[in-house]
């Protein structure tokens, strides 16, 4: 089955400061990549995605790439807001035999100081 | 817009009591996952319903069931709880006719057991 590996576990920023996120997945089937961030207490909100046959996608401050080839993609959220502070997670999905179900990385806590 | 919704946010039973967790899909979706989060860890896929069928099955133990009714709202039902089911545990829903399997999260339930 699909494994997602997430790195770093931990991540701290100064305000300002760009931050990265990196994930690598092992089956080449997957297609779709999302991107949760999660804030204590709170359910998984997604932020961004991108689909296998993009390699690039932005949304005003967070951007993400995909790497099909070498299977992983990176999250890139640039001039950092104490706000962003949380544990972001990445996921793989494959759409295929209605097995839809979502294959998480284990986290990264962004703590972006003031 | 309209959310997911899960009931109860909150839930403590004893051990060996049973528990019915609910959700309520984003109006029109018709896909309903269950995923369950222990503490510092990454949501788990334990289930997924679409049109009321079981769609796929993860890491769910055989002391726990699922369905999805006719107005798409799906229940997790636990019986002979363990401490081990504390966690929280998450309802996602999607609309499977859209090209990608973009999953939208409720707020949770968090499950204690004592």
């Known amino acids: 089955g699909e494994n997602v590996e997430q790195h770093p576990s931990t991540l701290s920023v100064q305000e300002g400061d760009s931050a990265v996120i990196k994930c690598t997945y092992s089956d080449s089937a997957s297609n779709y990549f999302p991107w949760y961030k999660q804030e204590l207490g709170k359910g998984p909100q997604l932020i961004i995605d991108i689909r296998s046959n993009v390699g690039e996608k932005k949304d005003q401050r967070i951007a993400v790439t995909l790497n099909k080839t070498a299977k992983h993609f990176s999250l890139h959220i640039t001039e950092t807001q104490p706000e962003d502070s949380a544990v972001y997670f990445c996921?793989?999905?494959?759409?295929?035999?209605?097995?839809?179900?979502?294959?998480f990385g284990k986290g990264t806590k962004l703590t972006v100081n003031p | 817009a309209a959310g997911v919704i899960q009931s109860p946010r909150h839930l403590i039973k004893e051990k060996r009591e049973t528990a019915t967790l609910k959700c309520y899909p984003i109006?029109?979706?018709?896909?309903v996952y269950w995923y369950q989060q222990g503490p510092g860890q990454d949501p788990q896929f334990l289930i997924s319903f679409y049109e009321k069928m079981q769609s796929d099955k993860g890491s769910i133990p055989d002391r726990f069931s699922a369905q999805q009714f006719s107005d798409y709202h799906s229940e997790l039902n636990m019986s002979s709880l363990e401490l081990g089911d504390s966690a929280l545990y998450f309802c996602?829903?999607?609309?499977?006719?859209?090209?990608?399997?973009?999953?939208?999260f409720g707020p949770g339930t968090r499950l204690t057991v004592l």
């Open positions: 996602a829903s999607s609309l499977r006719t859209t090209a990608y399997n973009e999953q939208f």
């Open positions: 996921a793989a999905s494959i759409r295929e035999g209605g097995s839809e179900k979502l294959v």
């Open positions: 109006p029109r979706h018709d896909t």
